[in-house]
């Protein structure tokens, strides 16, 4: 089973370089930042959240196929909920399709109750994720994802995520506001009876030309034998973009 995944991944890799274009090679480092408060913070995954206000800010590094994208999120009592740790690469990059695969190393904190009070446990968390982009014109967008998550300490979870996502942006709204829209289905397959099929909608409005935005996201669970029943969750926000 090894030898044709390695040929299948040698084809791939071959190919998107056959047809990277010359003067793409050697493009410069390109940086981004995004500030967010949250009422109330929702995970990359979001059928988890930290059921209280959080503040959240996203760094994209981009230089050729490579990107690095860490993700650091706090409570307001400044206690951290999760750090994450992207390290992408860009296999197939087309005008119409991109594929990535990417590896993550993240950390979660939680909140334990002792004899004497409670202790906060930071839990380690490995990743590796798949995911292929089509651009269906220049503001639409959809997105397939598969990640695995493998938890590292004695209890924490180990499983699959699979995600679609149809987004279509910037869309003008008079002659000042621009408003952007997506849909987001994806299904958990976790150890310890934590499954589930989740919908998850997010709206977004900005002001041409200034970076601040505010956005709405909400998640409902579908089916789910998670317990409690997750059933619906919602988190207003306010960004900043650098």
């Known amino acids: 089973m090894r030898i044709p995944f390695l040929l299948v991944f040698i084809s791939i890799f071959s190919v998107s370089l056959a047809d990277e274009p010359a003067d793409s090679i050697n493009k410069k480092l390109t940086a981004s930042a995004t500030v967010s408060l949250n009422s109330n ?134 002659k000042s506001l621009l408003f952007s829209a997506a849909i987001q289905i994806f299904y958990i397959n976790y150890t310890g009876e934590n499954d589930g099929l989740f919908v998850s909608p997010k709206a977004s409005v900005s002001v041409r030309n200034l970076p601040f935005s505010l956005f709405f996201q909400a998640t409902q669970a579908l089916n789910s034998n998670i317990r409690p029943w997750p059933g619906f969750r919602w988190n207003v926000g306010f960004g900043y973009t650098l």
């Open 41 to 174: 913070g929702i995970a990359s995954i979001p059928a988890f959240s930290l059921d209280k206000p959080a503040v959240m800010a996203s760094i994209s590094l981009v230089k050729n196929r490579f990107s690095y994208t860490p993700t650091l999120a706090y409570g307001l009592d400044l206690r951290p909920w999760f750090i994450d740790n992207w390290l992408n690469y860009k296999f197939i990059r087309r005008s119409a399709f991109d594929l990535t695969a990417g590896f993550n190393i993240s950390t979660f904190g939680s909140k334990y109750a002792v004899a004497d009070g409670s202790v906060w446990e930071a839990q380690r968390y490995f990743a590796v994720a798949l995911t292929g982009v089509y651009r269906l014109s220049p503001k639409n967008t959809l997105t397939f994802a598969y990640w695995r998550d493998m938890g590292q300490e004695k209890g924490t979870l180990k499983g699959h995520f699979f995600n679609s996502v149809f987004e279509r942006n910037n869309m003008s709204v008079g």
